[in-house]
């Protein structure tokens, strides 16, 4: 079992839908949990950041962790075209190598003007 | 001030040939980190530098990969003997000091081994 599994999509969408991307991961010892987007031929840059379970949000962008279920979601609200992109989670443990993150394979996403 | 910049940004070589791949860091940064990104698949771990402390080399694939960072500056990642499963984007990274430090990502190099 890969330690963090998503769903690779492709996922299209219409402008304005809400957009739910999600991982799951199967190591309890992960306690920092991050979604990063990246363009096409681009680095990925990160969009949100949360430290064990629960809600965060930024704007248009909410992170959910649960802990219990070991799952960890992005949700877009209002999607734009400009949100076309490979998302990426990515999670890491708070012990010695914790510099090391693991990523999910990141579900491309495409929102339709 | 600049990003991560890495060069060069598209590399073609043909299988056996030894490559070598740069990384400038954001100024100041201490810690460095290399990932590799094959098609389909997440970004893989491949080293962490930390000041000047020994590097993480766990990620490394095999013998043939090695990296070097002079002081808190530019890192070199280099194939030696290239083959076909090598092909990938490699991509570098760097945070202020070492985590939870966000890491930032250079737009990588992309490697195809023909």
């Known amino acids: 079992q890969k330690e963090v599994e998503q769903d690779p999509g492709p996922l299209s969408v219409p402008e304005g839908a809400i957009v739910s991307l999600n991982c799951t991961y199967s190591?309890?010892?992960?306690?920092?949990f991050m979604w990063y987007r990246q363009y096409s031929r681009k680095g990925p840059e990160l969009l949100m950041y949360?430290?064990?379970?629960g809600n965060k949000e930024d704007g248009r962008f909410t992170a959910q962790v649960d802990k219990s279920s070991k799952y960890i979601s992005l949700f877009i609200r209002d999607s734009q075209p400009s949100d076309s992109a490979t998302y990426l989670c990515?999670?890491?443990?708070?012990?010695?190598?914790?510099?090391?993150?693991?990523f999910g394979k990141g579900t491309l996403l495409t929102v339709n003007p | 001030g600049a990003g991560v910049s890495q060069s060069p940004s598209n590399k073609v070589t043909e299988k056996g040939k030894d490559v070598e791949l740069r990384c400038d860091p954001i100024?100041?940064?201490?810690?460095l980190y290399w990932y590799r990104q094959r098609l389909g698949q997440g970004l893989e771990f491949l080293i962490y530098?930390?000041?000047?402390?020994?590097?993480?080399k766990s990620g490394l694939p095999s013998d043939r990969f090695s990296a070097e960072r002079t002081g808190e500056s530019v890192s070199t990642l280099t194939i030696q003997r290239t083959q076909q499963e090598d092909s990938a984007v490699y991509l570098c990274?760097?945070?202020?000091?070492?985590?939870?430090?966000?890491?930032?990502f250079g737009p990588g190099t992309r490697l195809l081994v023909l």
């Open positions: 990274a760097s945070s202020l000091r070492g985590p939870p430090e966000t890491q930032y």
């Open positions: 190591n309890s010892a992960f306690q920092y």
């Open positions: 949360t430290y064990s379970s």
């Open positions: 990515a999670v890491r443990g708070s012990g010695g190598s914790n510099y090391k993150l693991t």
């Open positions: 100024s100041g940064h201490t810690a």
């Open positions: 530098f930390q000041g000047n402390s020994a590097p993480d």
